[in-house]
């Protein structure tokens, strides 16, 4: 369990208060973990200690004025502020403060730390699902991956249907953090909705890598059993 240091809220800024708690050593460990991330962006702040800072700032004015105000500098700064907008929980203001977040998403952590927080973005999906098909369609690499895991985190429960899938399938690019969310997506619709998913694999309607990288992490998974492991195994090609 990690605790915030003592810090005076009325004397330091938001900035201020990620660098006291600081750590070279994660910084340099989440360098590699993210890599094109600019080293001197990193403070090394780890998650459990923003999430207890989140959850402190929460309806304050200081969180309001943080979200305001973008750019960030650092990619700790990012990944709090993913964190604030997942306390939005009216939908549409969710989406108006996201829209302005998302062009400073710069690396796979703060995009699915972001959309993970983001519970309001499966609370109405008759105005979510717009914005997500056109983030599917983005230029943008991390809008693009947004949109397919804000469906992974949150419309394949309940709230799934099969046409989510085919705007997962229909996404073609050559980055490698929007193929492995794609792969990502499919394996974790085959834990969750196996019967309706498997069809994609036995009629090899996905690329070949994004097939193969899907049955993986699906056989890898420890809410797949081992008979339709075994199953899945046969479908490689």
């Given at each position: ?95 108006t ?42 230029t ?42 794609r ?55």
């Amino acid at each position: 369990m990690f605790s915030l240091r003592p810090i005076n809220r009325q004397t330091m800024t938001i900035t201020e208060q990620l660098a006291a708690l600081s750590d070279a050593g994660n910084a340099l460990f989440t360098a590699k973990l993210t890599p094109g991330i600019d080293p001197a962006t990193l403070l090394g702040c780890r998650i459990p200690q923003l999430r207890q800072l989140a959850r402190r700032l929460r309806g304050s004015s200081e969180a309001a004025a943080f979200i305001a105000a973008l750019p960030h500098r650092y990619h700790d700064e990012n990944n709090l502020h993913g964190l604030l907008l997942g306390q939005i929980r009216d939908p549409q203001q969710a989406l108006t403060a996201l829209e302005r977040f998302l062009p400073c998403i710069d690396n796979w952590a703060t995009c699915d730390i972001t959309a993970g927080s983001m519970t309001a973005l499966g609370r109405d999906p008759g105005l979510v699902m717009p914005h997500i098909e056109r983030w599917l369609t983005a230029t943008h690499t991390y809008t693009v991956r947004f949109g397919i895991v804000t469906l992974l985190g949150h419309y394949l429960g309940e709230r799934f249907e099969p046409r989510h899938a085919a705007l997962v399938a229909a996404v073609q690019s050559d980055q490698y953090y929007i193929n492995m969310a794609r792969a990502w997506y499919f394996s974790t619709a085959l834990v969750k909705h196996y019967d309706t998913i498997l069809p994609w694999f036995t009629e090899r309607r996905l690329d070949r890598w994004t097939h193969n990288k899907s049955l993986q992490k699906a056989r890898e998974s420890l809410r797949i059993d081992a008979e339709r492991k075994t199953a899945l195994q046969q479908l490689k090609y």
